[in-house]
């Protein structure tokens, strides 16, 4: 079986300053991994994901992750944090094996919040 | 290109009554799955439609049940409504060929039950 965890359920910076969302992963084999955002009273919106290929990935909104698989992690950061970031963050892993047939799994959440 | 549609975006049941949930997936796609949100916590899975057929199922009781048409579009039904039941109801669509695409999620539906 497959599980995420997410420490820190919550998390605040400074306007400007570096965002890193923690992110530790569970799994018999290399998953697909996904950071989705959440704003108030709507749905998930992806942020980015890892599949295969290069481990440190872009995303949208400047934000980017990077796959460690001996640290069984893909950690969300940006440079810079910006008022409109503040959200409820969450990574997914995903069995890449089973192919169409194939949940999300995911952690509790970050709330992040961003202060002047 | 919409997205994809869920409705209603919110509703109110009485405890023990049953509910239908709908999802149009998003243009391409064929894949729906189904996602409970408490409040607090992240979506869990209830079970995923692919050409018409369960294909995969979380640990929800069989009081959930779901349906998917010959348009991708989905239902989720619960029957004999728990008060616990009262929280997020998440759509997410996929294309059924493409396994390491991320999900389409809609935007939910908020059910309450008193």
């Known amino acids: 079986a497959q599980s995420v965890t997410q420490l820190g359920s919550h998390v605040s910076v400074s306007e400007g300053a570096l965002v890193l969302l923690r992110c530790n992963y569970s799994s018999s084999v290399p998953p697909y991994l996904f950071w989705y955002v959440q704003y108030p009273n709507q749905g998930l919106q992806l942020l980015l994901k890892?599949?295969?290929?290069?481990?440190l990935v872009k995303g949208i909104n400047g934000f980017e992750a990077e796959f460690k698989k001996s640290e069984t992690s893909f950690h969300l950061t940006k440079p810079s944090a910006h008022m409109s970031d503040a959200a409820e963050y969450f990574c997914?892993?995903?069995?890449?094996?089973?192919?169409?047939?194939?949940?999300?799994?995911f952690g509790t959440g970050t709330r992040l919040q961003v202060t002047l | 290109d919409a997205g994809v549609t869920q409705s209603p975006t919110h509703l109110i049941k009485t405890r023990g009554q049953q509910v239908t949930l709908r999802c149009s997936p998003k243009s391409g796609h064929d894949t729906v799955s189904w996602y409970q949100q408490a409040l607090g916590q992240g979506p869990q899975f209830i079970f995923q439609?692919?050409?018409?057929?369960?294909?995969q199922r979380g640990n929800f009781p069989d009081r959930f049940s779901g349906h998917q048409f010959p348009n991708y579009s989905s239902e989720l039904n619960v029957n004999a409504l728990l008060l616990g039941e009262s929280t997020l109801y998440l759509c997410?669509?996929?294309?059924?060929?493409?396994?390491?695409?991320?999900?389409?999620f809609g935007s939910g539906t908020r059910l309450t039950v008193v």
């Open positions: 997410a669509s996929s294309p059924g060929d493409r396994g390491n695409y991320g999900y389409t």
């Open positions: 997914a892993v995903r069995d890449p094996r089973t192919g169409t047939a194939s949940k999300l799994t």
């Open positions: 439609y692919y050409e018409e057929e369960e294909r």
């Open positions: 890892y599949t295969t290929g290069a481990t």
